[in-house]
């Protein structure tokens, strides 16, 4: 995952008095310091717009990506509370409610957020704005307010049901990242460390053991390992950890590797196990791991972007997503001398996120996910021989304002985390024209479990062919087991 700043989208911000179709959608950096501490530091509201509105309940942030995703309204009289923050309140008439949350670090940098909503539209929707200041930089956005809600339609799944599920008190409020299962133990790693658990039973999954480092770091991401009788965690971060997962009631460190990395893959090449990280700097090192106690680094590619987010390796040839550098093809079946191969650059909202390569249609594709406002699954022609190659053929999205996160596949279908809108599964037999056949909403957007966080919900996932099971690192909600019923 990225975590991103608010995303400057060209737009302006005057004063309005039509109804929140007619505005003008987008954030913008302010010259100057702005306070927002009254209405009067947005845009005029059309007034009477809001009586009797039943302001209760989450809502959806869209038309810009604002930061959050959506917010908590909770009304009692002419009083508001914002995402059930006692320190972030404010007053709602019949034409406009208006909040203000101001607090500073220990350096005294203050942060204020203010939130404005008005126009109330026939059809529910609303204007919504949000001024932001950290220090004296200010922006301000607006969009359009909607009821938060799963997709159009929708139920609890299609083809897809929860079997079992584990997020222990003790484990805290710490973020969940990813997921990878051998055999019927899971991997889970979380903010807190890897958590190793149980499925023989998928409807009472049982912990066996946890691996904290012993540094604070930002673990994201976990591959699997095996060197003879034993078995091996990598987990990306700064630095790589190799664990021994041999013992699963005692996992222990084995070997560190100096990378600060966002995410791994591992590839075995003949009697050779090689691992590939994203790395934070921008470059994808490869180390020989068949010893995975004493790896040696083999080489490094650099994508000359801000960061290696994501990758995928098939064959010796690495999928690499490097953020606002497009996503690359390279060459490492000579890993000392790694060879750039192609690139689709920029990506349409130039954060390429994750990737995963099959053959469909007689084509070999990958599809690739960005992550922010407006992110979709692109399916890429990645065929060299191709005078399509490094084109995009398809494309498919949920809706703008949710995002698509983690994916794979297997021959022609596809499996994929999609934040608040759960887990998806594609059909692209035809790449050309990718079909949804099952779906399983994860988020529940007025559950107590639910933030206002842009990046919430499905993040990562893992599937299990032979038992028909998925697997899900959900960020709020813990380890998901969902039985796939799909075609």
């Known amino acids: 995952m990225r975590w991103l700043a608010v995303l400057l989208l060209a737009a302006g911000c005057g004063e309005d008095t039509a109804g929140p179709q007619s505005i003008a959608i987008g954030c913008v950096l302010l010259d100057l310091p702005v306070a927002f501490d009254t209405p009067g ?22 038309g810009a990506q604002f930061g959050p995703s959506s917010v908590h309204l909770r009304r009692t009289g002419g009083s508001v509370v914002v995402d059930r923050n006692p320190a972030f309140t404010g007053s709602v008439d019949s034409s406009e409610l208006f909040a203000r949350l101001a607090v500073s670090d220990p350096s005294g940098t203050q942060t204020i957020t203010a939130v404005r909503i008005s126009n109330l539209s026939a059809d529910g929707t609303a204007r919504v704005e949000r001024g932001r200041c950290v220090g004296n930089r200010c922006t301000r956005c607006t969009g359009q307010l909607i009821r938060a809600t799963r997709n159009a339609g929708e ?10 599920q584990l997020a222990d008190p003790t484990w805290g409020k710490g973020y969940t990242f990813n997921v990878r299962v051998l055999g019927t133990v899971a991997y889970l790693i979380r903010q807190d460390g890897l958590h190793i658990i149980e499925t023989a039973d998928p409807a009472h999954p049982v912990e066996l053991g946890h691996y904290k480092r012993p540094m604070l770091g930002y673990s994201n991401d976990v591959k699997l390992v095996a060197a003879g009788d034993r078995r091996f965690a990598v987990i990306a971060d700064t ?9 699963p009631h005692a996992p222990a460190l084995a070997a560190q590797i100096p990378e600060g990395a966002h995410t791994v893959f591992t590839e075995t090449r003949g009697a050779t196990t090689l691992a590939y ?18 790896p040696q680094l083999l080489g490094r590619y650099s994508a000359g972007s801000s960061l290696v987010h994501d990758l995928s390796i098939a064959g010796g040839i690495a999928y690499l997503s490097a ?23 920029p990506t349409p909202i130039h954060a390429s996120h994750s990737n995963w390569t ?8 990958a599809l690739h996910g960005e992550e922010g406002y407006n992110a979709k699954l692109d399916i890429i022609d990645v065929d060299p021989a191709s005078p399509a190659f490094m084109t995009p053929i398809a494309s498919w999205q949920t809706r703008p304002w949710i995002s698509i996160h983690n994916l794979m596949a297997f021959g022609t279908k ?48 893992d599937v299990d062919q032979a038992r028909k099971l998925i697997f899900v690192a959900d960020s709020p909600r813990g380890l998901l087991i969902l039985h796939d019923d799909t075609p």
């Open 358 to 365: 099959t053959v469909a249609g007689g084509r070999h594709v």
């Open 277 to 294: 990280f994203g790395g934070l700097d921008g470059t994808c090192p490869v180390y020989d791991v068949t010893d995975p106690a004493v």
């Open 414 to 461: 596809a499996y994929f985390t999609y934040y608040q809108d759960g887990v998806r599964v594609l059909d692209v037999s035809d790449p050309r024209h990718p079909v949804q056949v099952g779906y399983y909403n994860t988020w529940d957007p007025q559950a107590d479990y639910a933030s206002s966080a842009f990046f919430e919900s499905a993040v990562g996932l």
């Open 239 to 247: 630095p790589v950890d190799v664990v021994d997962v041999t013992d």
């Open 41 to 62: 530091d947005f845009a005029r509201a059309r007034p009477g717009t809001l009586a009797g509105w039943s302001a209760d309940g989450r809502w959806f942030l869209t």
């Open 323 to 345: 953020w606002e550098g497009g996503f690359h093809v390279v060459d490492f079946t000579a890993p000392a001398a790694p060879r750039l191969v192609g690139i689709w650059a």
């Open 155 to 164: 139920g609890e799944g299609q083809g897809i049901s929860l079997v079992g």
